[in-house]
């Protein structure tokens, strides 16, 4: 079985309830509050500015050039394709690139993005494709399963989100995350494997806890 077929397998239900999460659940019956999407959209956007950072640290681990044609390839997509639908609804709110860039991040968007960059930082490139591998792949997963409500494609401000996580392109993506994660996981010991597991799970974990920030508006407190 494959380390990321593994991983699946043994955390399903924490995946299981990402996708329960009332955030997601309302953005795929398209009865998600606009407020609570807009705080998202924001928060998303500083969070997708030092995530982008991560494949940057890919680019500069990886041991061959294929791999860092693909880590600057993601990074490009990053910075000109996910970010600009974030421009683009930010638009429609009102709020310019200036402001979505000078956002101040909430107390879990500071924690996921600062715990990824750690990883990627100080810790092997497995480790690295590890915390970034639940973020694409999840998402992935998500859109797809967004994709097949009636209606949900077609929602007036929510069908953009869907239609271009559930795409093919996003799905080549993630699809290439996870075959790099079970290649780097190949020869490795039993505690490496663990400690990849463990990286995986909570970056997992932060997954949930970001739907759940953007559903409460919780920034620090007193704000
Ligand atoms: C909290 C949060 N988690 C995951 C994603 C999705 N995502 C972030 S980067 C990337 C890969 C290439 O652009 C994908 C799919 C997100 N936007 N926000």
Redesign the pocket.
């Known amino acids: 079985m494959k380390f990321t077929e593994r991983l699946k397998e043994k955390l399903e239900p924490i995946w299981r309830q990402n996708h329960s999460h009332p955030f997601v659940v309302e953005m795929g019956n398209g009865t998600l509050d606009k407020e609570k999407f807009r705080f998202y959209m924001v928060q ?1 956007y500083v ?2 500015i030092d ?2 950072k991560l494949f940057s640290i890919g680019a500069l681990k990886a041991t061959d050039v294929k791999t860092m044609e693909k880590f600057a390839a ?1 990074l490009h ?2 910075l000109h ?2 970010m600009d639908l974030h421009r683009s609804y930010a638009a429609q709110f009102g709020i310019s690139p200036e402001e979505l860039e000078n956002a101040e991040p909430s107390p879990i968007t500071l924690a ?1 993005t600062h715990y990824m960059l750690h990883k990627g930082q100080n810790g092997t490139l497995a480790e690295l494709v590890a915390a970034l591998l639940p ?2 792949w ?3 997963e998500i859109g797809k399963e967004l994709s097949q409500i009636p209606g949900a494609t077609d929602h007036e401000l929510y069908g953009e989100w869907v239609r271009m ?1 559930s795409s093919e392109e ?1 799905g080549q ?2 699809t290439w995350c996870i075959d790099l994660m079970d290649e780097l996981a190949e020869g490795k010991s039993d505690t490496e494997l663990l400690e990849l597991e463990k990286i995986f799970l909570n970056t997992t974990r932060f ?1 949930y806890m ?1 739907w759940d920030m953007a559903y409460n508006n919780q920034m620090w407190p007193g704000e």
């Open positions: 998303d969070y997708l995530y982008a993601l997509g990053t394709e996910e996921y973020c694409a999840s998402y992935w996580y996003f993506l993630a997954e970001f």
